[in-house]
């Protein structure tokens, strides 16, 4: 089982940047594709996006990419969130999660979450 503790959220002015941490229990870490999620109030969890197990592979929302960048250190059971160029709409619960499947965009196919981390940008 892994446990999966997010950090780092906080809040942000519009065009700033903020870099997330999620730490994973456990010596199987490596084994695990990781993924961030995200969820505003009164809407639905949303895909930000996810790195493979050797990090060698990264998938994004398109609303994310060229301003999200995801990466891991295997070594530190850590995968990271930088967060650029913020917009208010970005505003939302973001939650690290694992899955041992493969890549995927999709909530149901992993594990394991963490508890969130809030994130607001004001405008």
């Known amino acids: 089982q892994v446990q999966l503790v997010e950090s780092g959220g906080g809040l942000v002015q519009a065009g700033g940047s903020l870099t997330l941490s999620c730490a994973a229990s456990?010596?199987?870490?490596?084994?695990?594709?990781m993924g961030w999620f995200r969820q505003a109030p009164g809407k639905e969890r949303e895909f930000v996006t996810s790195?493979?197990?050797?990090?060698?592979?990264?998938y994004y929302g398109d609303a994310m990419k060229g301003r999200f960048t995801i990466s891991r250190d295997n070594a530190r059971n850590t995968v990271y969130l930088q967060m650029n160029s913020l917009k208010p709409e970005d505003t939302a619960v973001y939650y690290c999660?694992?899955?041992?499947?493969?890549?995927?965009?999709?909530?149901?196919?992993?594990?394991?979450w963490g508890q969130g981390t809030q994130v607001t940008v004001s405008s």
């Open positions: 999660a694992a899955n041992r499947q493969g890549l995927s965009r999709t909530p149901r196919a992993y594990e394991y």
């Open positions: 456990g010596r199987t870490f490596s084994s695990y594709v």
């Open positions: 790195i493979s197990w050797s990090g060698g592979s990264t």
